[in-house]
T-cell receptor
């Protein structure tokens, strides 16, 4: 049974701070890792994908992957109130596979 | 380019009626996925299509649920004899050959009275 675990939150951070979102997964064969953002009442939108150990940066977002520890994280620098949303971690075994989604972490950024 | 589209955006039906939900994936995407999301819950995988075939139907919750995909493009999710517990947002996603990044449609909100 593939499992993806996330703290449900809410994670509250002040505007301008760094938000750190964490995710662990159970299947060591996992090869692809994604972070999606979901605003209330909307569908998930892709933020980042990462496939190799280490860090991947895209603007204010940095994804970090540690396959040995089965851990993936998302850092959001200079958090903005518009970043307030639920962040979903998703893990896949290989191309064309289904993804297993975590239940998401709610992030609240206060002005 | 156009993203994943779904119709209808909202559907209200009476218990026991059948409903059909439609998904039009991104052009050229060969993989298509159906999920549902109940209020405040995570994404629940329903079914996955590769082309017109469905190698993974493991998430369909009962035999009242079925899905088909024709021409490697549009997919229809059918729920027969709807029950109140079927009320949820039904999301469709598609991905292409190179990566398994999934792109989601706006969803269909189904309410069963």
């Amino acid at each position: 049974q593939k499992e993806v675990e996330q703290n449900s939150g809410p994670l509250s951070v002040p505007e301008g701070a760094i938000a750190s979102l964490n995710c662990t997964y159970s299947d060591r064969g996992s090869q692809s890792f994604f972070w999606y953002r979901q605003y209330s009442g909307k569908s998930p939108e892709l933020i980042m994908s990462i496939y190799s150990n280490g860090d991947k940066e895209d603007g204010r977002f940095t994804a970090q992957l540690n396959k040995a520890s089965q851990y993936v994280s998302l850092l959001i620098r200079d958090s903005q109130p518009s970043d307030s949303a639920t962040y979903l971690c998703a893990v896949g075994l290989s191309g064309y596979s289904t993804l297993t989604f975590g239940k998401g972490t709610m992030l609240l950024v206060s002005p | 380019g156009a993203g994943v589209s779904q119709s209808p955006s909202n559907k209200v039906t009476e218990k026991g009626k059948d409903v059909e939900l439609r998904c039009d994936p991104i052009s050229g995407h060969t993989a298509l996925y159906w999920y549902r999301q109940s209020l405040g819950q995570g994404l629940e995988f329903l079914i996955y299509f590769q082309g017109n075939s469905a190698p993974d139907k493991s998430g369909l919750p009962s035999d009242r649920f079925s899905a088909e995909r024709t021409g490697g493009s549009v997919s229809t999710l059918t729920i027969q004899r709807t029950q109140q517990e079927d009320s949820a947002v039904y999301l469709c996603a598609s991905s292409n050959r190179d990566r398994d990044t999934q792109y989601f449609g706006p969803g269909t909100r189904l309410t069963v009275l």
